[in-house]
């Protein structure tokens, strides 16, 4: 027999079920035919076209111990199931995440206890998931030295609110599964959970970042001591050189004949190239390395650098104009450096019967400065762009006097003190060189 629904016909009741739930509750109602109860979910199609989900609940009644009729109790559970599959999706999300991570991905609760262990973390630290969840962060990956100190944390921050690290980015020791320690990068953040406090630590493996860094510090440390004996062992003899080519010169100019007048002038004129570029590298040398900061007032320093570059300036009338320019947290004689290279390069590269003019303009960006230098020089023909800041670049072979090593040392300092320097240039109007500085606290 066809079965019948709360007091209508039963294709019509199911024509109402959605076409791919349909065949389910069919044969859901046919089954209940025999046992004599039924209960299921299923999407039904509202005339206006809606979705919806409903729970039904039916039981049969007989009549001579065959079926007569089911009455059906509907509920629509669409606002369940909506949020139902709203947290599935959330769950799958997280759950790709975790697992997509290449930084092990820890969550604990308020004891302390793992919640969490993701792929990487197990790839980082050496446990399974199985063996790290449930147990103690402290125990598990803090060093037994540290232990104290991260107990005594979380038990100031539950007590109070108080936490030192929280929400911040720090280097730290962490233990691998077999006792050894090593460097991690770690930023915790409490989870915005009712209740009870739950925490996320993001850690990140830096071992071969640090090896790096020291290579690098060791590489920067033996440029330095390098350059300082190169620069001492040839100007020592260069200075021998000068000294009694300049004799010669003074004692015979003139009693020898024009060719080894000129062969004297040329030997003067190499050994002072020689020492320009013995200087140029120290200069190069010495801007890689770590120098004491302080903060300096740049529209100070640049009244300096204005005053030692006094003879140029007033040779080619140059105007050096500039704002109120801020306080920097550096090196003086770094920035003295930097600014004097700048601005003499703007001078010596100046354009024929053209005066020098150099605007320095100074901007606030994101807790760093935006220092912007302007000239009406020659420009950098933009095929030269990308190479004006290498190491021994000239642009102008002989025609002008210089070592290829002014820009290189700018870009060493700015780069030290974690900015970037760059160019915007016209061929024929000009150049602009902007570099980020730190703010002074």
Same mark, same amino acid.
């Not at 000294?243 to 060719?259: I, P, W």
């Not at 050994?271 to 007032?297: F, N, S, W």
């Not at 947290?329 to 600014?339: D, E, H, I, K, R």
């Given at each position: 027999?066809?079965?019948?629904?709360?007091?209508?016909?039963?294709?019509?009741?199911?024509?109402?079920?959605?076409?791919?739930?349909?065949?389910?509750?069919?044969?859901?109602?046919?089954?209940?035919?025999?046992?004599?109860?039924?209960?299921?979910?299923?999407?039904?199609?509202?005339?206006?076209?809606?979705?919806?989900?409903?729970?039904?609940?039916?039981?049969?009644?007989?009549?001579?111990?065959?079926?007569?009729?089911?009455?059906?109790?509907?509920?629509?559970?669409?606002?369940?199931?909506? !949020?139902? /599959?709203?947290?599935?999706?959330?769950?799958?999300?997280?759950?790709?995440?975790?697992?997509?991570?290449?930084?092990?991905?820890?969550?604990?609760?308020?004891?302390?206890?793992?919640?969490?262990?993701?792929?990487?973390?197990? /790839?980082?630290?050496?446990?399974?998931?199985?063996?790290?969840?449930?147990?103690?962060?402290?125990?598990?990956?803090?060093?037994?030295?540290?232990?104290?100190?991260?107990?005594?944390?979380?038990?100031?921050?539950?007590?109070?609110?108080?936490?030192?690290?929280?929400?911040?980015?720090?280097?730290?020791?962490?233990?691998?599964?077999?006792?050894?320690?090593?460097?991690?990068?770690?930023?915790?953040?409490?989870?915005?959970? /009712?209740?009870?406090?739950?925490?996320?630590?993001?850690?990140?493996?830096?071992?071969?970042?640090?090896?790096?860094?020291?290579?690098?510090?060791?590489?920067?440390?033996?440029?330095?001591?390098?350059?300082?004996?190169?620069?001492?062992?040839?100007?020592?003899?260069?200075?021998?050189?000068?000294?009694?080519?300049?004799?010669?010169?003074?004692?015979?100019?003139?009693?020898?004949?024009?060719? !080894?007048?000129?062969?004297?002038?040329?030997?003067?004129?190499?050994?002072?190239?020689?020492?320009?570029?013995?200087?140029?590298?120290?200069?190069?040398?010495?801007?890689?390395?770590?120098?004491?900061?302080?903060?300096?007032?740049?529209?100070?320093?640049?009244?300096?650098?204005?005053?030692?570059?006094?003879?140029?300036?007033?040779?080619?009338?140059?105007?050096?104009?500039?704002?109120?320019?801020?306080?920097?947290?550096?090196?003086?004689?770094?920035?003295?450096?930097?600014?004097?290279?700048?601005?003499?390069?703007?001078?010596?590269?100046?354009?024929?019967?053209?005066?020098?003019?150099?605007?320095?303009?100074?901007?606030?960006?994101?807790?760093?400065?935006?220092?912007?230098?302007?000239?009406?020089?020659?420009?950098?023909?933009? /095929?030269?762009?990308?190479?004006?800041?290498?190491?021994?670049?000239?642009?102008?072979?002989?025609?002008?006097?210089?070592?290829?090593?002014?820009?290189?040392?700018?870009?060493?300092?700015?780069?030290?003190?974690?900015?970037?320097?760059?160019?915007?240039?016209?061929?024929?109007?000009?150049?602009?060189?902007?570099?980020?500085?730190?703010?002074?606290?």
């Amino acid at each position: 027999m066809e079965p019948r629904t709360g007091g209508e016909d039963y294709p019509q009741w199911l024509v109402g079920v959605h076409p791919e739930d349909r065949e389910r509750v069919d044969e859901a109602t046919r089954s209940a035919l025999k046992t004599g109860e039924m209960e299921s979910e299923f999407r039904a199609v509202w005339p206006d076209g809606q979705v919806h989900w409903l729970h039904a609940r039916g039981k049969v009644y007989y009549e001579h111990e065959k079926p007569h009729r089911m009455v059906r109790i509907v509920r629509d559970i669409t606002a369940q199931k909506v !949020a139902e /599959q709203a947290l599935a999706d959330s769950e799958a999300r997280k759950s790709a995440i975790l697992h997509a991570s290449l930084d092990a991905v820890l969550v604990m609760d308020s004891e302390g206890l793992l919640q969490e262990f993701n792929p990487a973390a197990e /790839q980082i630290f050496g446990y399974e998931h199985h063996q790290a969840i449930g147990q103690s962060l402290g125990d598990l990956i803090v060093p037994p030295r540290l232990r104290e100190a991260h107990k005594r944390g979380l038990q100031r921050y539950l007590a109070s609110g108080e936490a030192k690290f929280l929400g911040q980015r720090i280097e730290i020791q962490a233990m691998h599964v077999d006792g050894t320690e090593f460097p991690v990068e770690l930023a915790i953040l409490r989870v915005p959970v /009712q209740g009870a406090p739950i925490f996320a630590g993001y850690v990140r493996d830096i071992t071969e970042r640090k090896h790096s860094e020291d290579a690098l510090r060791r590489s920067n440390e033996e440029l330095g001591e390098f350059a300082h004996v190169v620069s001492h062992d040839l100007q020592t003899p260069l200075r021998t050189v000068r000294s009694y080519t300049q004799l010669l010169a003074k004692q015979y100019q003139g009693r020898l004949d024009a060719e !080894a007048d000129e062969f004297i002038s040329h030997v003067l004129s190499g050994t002072r190239l020689m020492q320009t570029l013995i200087k140029g590298l120290l200069q190069y040398a010495i801007a890689g390395e770590d120098a004491p900061r302080e903060p300096v007032h740049l529209s100070e320093l640049v009244r300096n650098v204005v005053g030692a570059l006094a003879a140029p300036i007033e040779e080619t009338g140059a105007r050096i104009l500039y704002d109120d320019l801020p306080t920097v947290s550096a090196n003086p004689l770094q920035m003295q450096q930097l600014f004097q290279n700048l601005i003499g390069n703007a001078i010596k590269y100046r354009r024929p019967q053209v005066v020098p003019e150099i605007r320095i303009h100074s901007e606030f960006r994101r807790n760093r400065w935006l220092l912007s230098l302007a000239d009406n020089a020659e420009g950098i023909p933009a /095929q030269h762009r990308e190479r004006v800041f290498a190491p021994l670049s000239r642009l102008h072979g002989q025609d002008v006097p210089g070592t290829g090593l002014g820009l290189a040392v700018c870009k060493k300092i700015v780069e030290r003190l974690g900015g970037r320097i760059w160019v915007e240039s016209e061929y024929g109007r000009g150049s602009t060189f902007h570099f980020s500085l730190p703010a002074a606290s």
